[in-house]
């Protein structure tokens, strides 16, 4: 059976971390999270409770992750990323950081931020390019190249990113009436759509 490790921080916060990962010091990690082969936890970095990270990820310096953010394998999470809660990072998918970047010159202060709001799902071999904002609750299918911000609540495909609907904060399409309000069918939450934006009614 293949050996693993439980890691306590100074902290004070238990998480697991397989023995094959790599965590820099002047990391936040917080209680529940499981860090997983190959991975590497770079300084500076805050990644939240009850959080996963899958094989050979790289979290870069200054990057945060919320509470509960899955990240599949393969997936490199660079400075200037903030996911907040409940996020989901399919595998292999890329963000940026920079806009033009080239090898022969240094762009290490000119890193551009990129929020993922609270819910959001990007597929697996998604690019984020960087500067963009992606919307609560959205989510963006597998493959697709984001080059706009995404409201909350869409549904992005292909490359160029286009929306092609909008989705519950279950992951269904909504099918609006002539109203303008459409129903979840898995949880029967309702919502509305009014000015190309949708919103949960309470």
């Not at 693993?4 to 990962?21: Q, W």
Request: hydrophobic share 35%.
């Amino acid at each position: 059976m293949e050996k693993e490790t439980i890691v306590k921080k100074e902290l004070g916060s238990d998480f697991f971390a397989h023995e094959t990962a790599v965590i820099d010091d002047n990391v936040e990690i917080g209680e529940g999270t499981k860090i997983w082969h190959f991975s590497h936890i770079m300084s500076d970095s805050v990644i939240g409770e009850q959080c996963n990270i899958g094989q050979n990820v790289v979290v870069s310096p200054k990057v945060k992750l919320g509470r509960n953010v899955k990240v599949q394998n393969n997936v490199s999470i660079y400075t200037g990323v903030i996911c907040e809660d409940d996020v989901f990072l399919g595998p292999s998918m890329v963000f940026t950081n920079i806009i033009n970047p080239r090898s022969a010159i240094a762009r290490r202060d000119e890193y551009v931020e990129t929020i993922v709001r609270k819910g959001a799902s990007i597929g697996a071999n998604a690019t984020i390019i960087c500067g963009n904002e992606i919307g609560a609750y959205s989510l963006i299918g597998a493959g697709t190249v984001v080059t706009k911000p995404v409201p909350d609540y869409a549904l992005v495909v292909g490359n160029p990113g286009k929306q092609i609907g909008w989705v519950s904060e279950y992951g269904h399409r909504l099918e609006f009436n002539a109203f303008g309000y459409a129903t979840c069918p898995e949880s029967g939450e309702e919502y509305t759509k009014g000015n190309n934006k949708v919103s949960k009614v309470d």
